[in-house]
């Protein structure tokens, strides 16, 4: 079974950056970061694809967030730029070990609050 373990969540102002980092250990094809705000179903912030790197962003945050893997492609980043207040949320690290969209959460999440 996959183990996941998420950091770098903080608290900044709007248009500011914030990186999160989530240590996977297991064997798994994708993986991904999901956010859920207060209130909110948790949703797909974005996605990549650890064998050829492919990525997929929900439209929200395409153009500011930046998904990658690290060289031995065991820590999955996400880049936050231009961050703002309704990106306020929970966020989660994922793992689907197939690629066939059943999602693993194996984290506490970390949490990103962006003020106005």
């Known amino acids: 079974q996959v183990q996941l373990q998420e950091s770098g969540g903080g608290s900044v102002q709007s248009g500011g950056s914030l990186k999160l980092s989530c240590a996977a250990s297991?064997?798994?094809?994708?993986m991904a970061w999901f956010r859920q705000a207060p209130g909110k179903e948790r949703g797909l912030v974005a996605r990549?694809?650890?064998?050829?790197?492919?990525?997929y962003y929900a439209d929200s945050v395409k153009g500011r967030f930046t998904i990658s893997l690290d060289s031995a492609k065991t820590t999955v980043y996400l880049q936050m730029n231009s961050l703002k207040p309704e990106d306020t949320a929970m966020y989660y690290c994922?793992?689907?070990?197939?690629?066939?969209?059943?999602?693993?959460?194996g984290g506490q999440g970390t949490q990103v609050t962006v003020s106005s």
């Open positions: 297991g064997d798994t094809r994708c």
């Open positions: 990549i694809y650890r064998g050829g790197g492919s990525t």
């Open positions: 994922a793992a689907d070990p197939a690629c066939a969209g059943n999602w693993y959460y």
